[in-house]
């Protein structure tokens, strides 16, 4: 789990950020006040406001106190690995509802890095990053709640897997993009974030067995 209160990129000062704002930033995560991370290759400082180029294309804006730092794209992965208690939880919850625990691990580090209070620019929210209506459906009043997210994702991810009877890959898809998309396309949609969804969550799956 990342840990934003320490380390020595978290809560830098305003002149700081800005001159690390016009360097190139490769492979490196954005860490935001929220919580919230952002893998980007570029930034640079427009008045107030950070542009951030997203490794997957496109750029975000976002103001400069809104930021906390930056840290080497790497170590969310290294960090993530520490899980500790979060690991124990999604392995219960993936055995409660018959998964593998392997899989449940590689979706929550995929998803958000092992981090309760992650939230996706999409709204998505959560160690295992469930949409506030996925949540509603699963009966999860507190999407942040650690035990209750990875509980409902593993049923969640669960029941995807009995629809399309066994089919991880279809599943997987499901679990980024929704069933109706793979309903349409017959299998994995033709679209790049989920497609490399898949393909992160399979990799990490494989390297764990």
């Known amino acids: 789990m990342l840990r934003l209160g320490r380390g020595p990129w978290t809560r830098l000062p305003l002149a700081t950020l800005l001159v ?3 360097a190139s930033a490769r492979a490196e995560i954005a860490v935001l ?20 180029g997203l490794r997957g294309g496109g750029e975000v804006s976002t103001p ?3 930021v906390r730092g930056f840290v080497p794209d790497e170590v969310l992965d290294e960090v993530a690995g520490e899980g500790g208690d979060l690991r124990a939880l999604a392995t219960e919850a993936a055995r409660r509802h018959g998964l593998d ?3 449940v691990l590689a979706v929550v580090s995929v998803e958000s890095n092992f981090r309760p209070q992650a939230v996706s620019p999409k709204g998505a929210q959560g160690l295992m990053q469930l949409m506030p209506a996925t949540a509603a459906s699963l009966g999860i009043r507190d999407p ?3 035990s209750a997210n990875l509980d409902g994702g593993a049923r969640h991810l669960s029941s995807l897997l ?12 499901a679990y980024n993009a929704g069933t109706g998309a793979v309903g349409r396309h ?8 989920t497609r490399d969804y898949v393909k992160r969550v399979l990799e990490r799956y494989e390297r764990a067995k």
């Open 64 to 66: 400069v106190t809104l």
């Open 144 to 146: 942040f709640d650690a």
């Open 186 to 193: 017959q299998g994995v949609p033709p679209y790049r974030e």
């Open 162 to 173: 009995a629809l399309y009877e066994g089919d991880v890959k279809k599943a997987l898809a």
């Open 101 to 103: 625990p392997e899989l």
């Open 20 to 22: 690390l704002a016009g």
């Open 33 to 52: 006040s929220n919580g919230q991370t952002l893998k980007i290759i570029a930034r640079r400082v427009e008045g107030d406001t950070l542009v951030l």
